[in-house]
């Protein structure tokens, strides 16, 4: 499975817009690109996912060049409760793929 | 839709001891995955299970066992507790399908003291 490297920290202001890149150099053609959101003690949640070019969804933004190599999220207008933090995975999801290799993540702090 | 749901939510238990754990996953999905959280270490993939048979397997000791029921439920049982093992177990669901991706419950916090 592609292993993923993503900031370890970011911090923004409440109502900026947030990106968050996301390297994936070793990206298999079947893989996608899905990005989970978690605050402490609980499980994951899913955020966005995508296969390439741009995915939108209510709450944020997926943009993937031609090359698949990377990936940003893109988050609207932060609020305090934004603060979490942001796992990007790359796997096929199927056929016996949902083995899940999660990263330290990006750890996102929201100020007021 | 109803999402993942993991029982108990917390729970103690002490050195040597045993303990099991309950994931029902989202209606129609059969691929049931379990993961442990532990602040040093992560997130970290235990096993997989689909359609009652296990599919795939993280590096983690025998002590750590699971199965899946024809209803697709499953659970995962710790045998000998130890110290280390106080995490969060996260269960995921998901439809197997090309780029479907896991949705994962709200854990079990398990304390071993």
């Known amino acids: 499975l592609a292993k993923t490297t993503q900031p370890v920290s970011m911090d923004s202001y409440e109502g900026q817009e947030v990106n968050i890149t996301c390297s994936h150099n070793n990206i298999a053609t079947n893989d996608y690109i899905t990005w989970y959101q978690q605050f402490p003690s609980q499980g994951p949640r899913f955020i966005i996912q995508?296969?390439?070019t741009k995915v939108t969804n209510e709450v944020a933004s997926l943009f993937i060049p031609a090359d698949r190599k990377s990936s940003t999220l893109s988050l609207p207008r932060v609020s305090l409760s934004d603060t979490a933090v942001y796992y990007c995975l790359v796997a096929p999801f199927s056929g016996g793929y949902n083995k899940l290799i999660f990263g330290a993540g990006t750890r996102l702090a929201v100020h007021p | 839709k109803a999402g993942v749901t993991q029982t108990p939510r917390y729970l103690i238990k002490t050195r040597g001891q045993q303990v099991t754990l309950s994931c029902s996953p989202i209606?129609?999905?059969?691929?049931v995955s379990w993961y442990q959280q532990t602040p040093g270490q992560g997130l970290q993939f235990l096993f997989e299970?689909?359609?009652?048979?296990?599919?795939n397997k993280g590096n983690f000791p025998g002590r750590f066992s699971g199965r899946q029921f024809s209803n697709s439920r499953s659970e995962m049982n710790v045998s000998t507790l130890e110290l280390g093992d106080s995490a969060l177990y996260l269960c995921?669901?998901?439809?197997?399908?090309?780029?479907?991706?896991?949705?994962f419950g709200p854990g079990t916090r398990l304390l071993v003291l």
């Open positions: 995921a669901s998901s439809s197997d399908s090309a780029g479907e991706t896991q949705y």
């Open positions: 209606s129609g999905h059969r691929s």
């Open positions: 299970y689909f359609s009652e048979t296990q599919r």
């Open positions: 995508g296969y390439k």
